[in-house]
């Protein structure tokens, strides 16, 4: 139930901010499914609550009509100017992290039914900010079959049980409190307290074999204040560089590889030659990704051919 009613209220931000018209309370009925699937009564109490809820985040829901000649229908919408945040300037390495972040789109069950009710709109005559669109559309996507049973879980605090594959052992069953869900390494795992064990764990999502099995209504649990998925995967999963990475690099770019290097030399005026030592193959691939053509790696060869599968995958998505 709550992430019904969380997809109910992103998608109506994404509607009264998705034109200057004011929408008419019935267009806004037959735009969003949860609303459209609702009586009368039941759509118009949740609303109001819907309303009420957006003004307590600080978004103010602007009541009025589209016509100051005439005293047609009363309507709604979002000022963009009021909610929009300013220009950021963000450093590669922020920019990166807003892209992953975008991963969590299509598994919140928010970006299909977001574009869907803009749809509606345009179809019924309302003019659609196109931005608003391509806010909704999502970038990547997970594709481990458990991903959005335990999303769901680990946001609304769902403890869960499922049969877990280790390699070269057979299934056990696990009874875990989940805190979230973090991408490591390439890879998804749910952190969590494991009930059986008595200690914080983390759970690859590709080795949970079946459904996953919820035990209780949402706020069973508490997450622990100084919970923290990052420090915990990377205790089941410590790494020591072990390798050495040789990149080129352009002039006054790659900061963040510039400052894990253990040499630097300058190749020419415009590039330097930079070593880097280096644990994990994947996070320093996606790390050099993210630059582009800024930065090439000259050795070893697993790096570089992780480098072109990390870029040949962007474009793809992109296309």
């Not at 035990?215 to 069973?220: E, H, Q, V, Y």
């Amino acid at each position: 139930m709550a992430d019904r009613k969380t997809e109910r209220l992103m998608n109506l931000i994404f509607a009264l901010l998705a034109t200057r018209q004011y929408l008419s309370k019935e267009q806004i009925r037959q735009a969003i499914a949860d609303y459209r699937e609702s009586g009368q009564q039941a759509f118009e109490r949740k609303f109001e609550r819907d309303k009420e809820e957006l003004r307590e985040l600080g978004i103010t829901v602007e009541m009025g009509g589209n016509d100051k000649y005439f005293d047609d229908e009363q309507g709604y919408r979002i000022r963009r100017d009021e909610v929009e945040l300013p220009d950021l300037d963000l450093t590669r390495e922020e920019a990166a992290v807003l892209g992953l972040a975008a991963q969590v789109w299509e598994h919140a069950g928010l970006a299909q039914d977001a574009t869907t009710a803009l749809v509606k709109l345009k179809a019924a005559g309302v003019t659609v900010d196109p931005e608003i669109v391509r806010m909704a559309e999502p970038k990547l996507s997970a594709n481990e079959p458990a991903f959005d049973a335990m999303w769901q879980a680990s946001t609304s605090r769902i403890p869960v049980a499922f049969d877990y594959r280790r390699p070269g052992l057979e299934p056990s069953r696990r009874h875990v409190q989940p805190w979230g869900v973090i991408s490591w390494r390439g890879r998804w795992y749910l952190g969590g307290f494991d009930v059986d064990r008595e200690a914080p764990r983390v759970f690859r999502l590709s080795r949970v074999v079946g459904d996953v099995e919820h035990l209780a209504d949402p706020g069973d649990y508490e997450i622990p204040e100084d919970a923290d998925l990052g420090q915990l995967a990377a205790a089941f999963f410590p790494a020591e560089p072990d390798k050495l990475a040789v990149l080129r690099v352009r002039a006054e770019r790659g900061q963040s590889l510039r400052r894990g290097a253990s040499s630097t030399r300058p190749v020419d005026e415009a590039t330097d030659e930079i070593e880097v030592p280096f644990a994990s193959v994947w996070d320093l691939a996606s790390q050099i990704a993210s630059y582009g053509p800024d930065v090439l790696v000259r050795s070893p060869e697993a790096l570089q051919q992780a480098v072109l599968h990390r870029l040949h995958a962007a474009v793809e998505d992109a296309s």
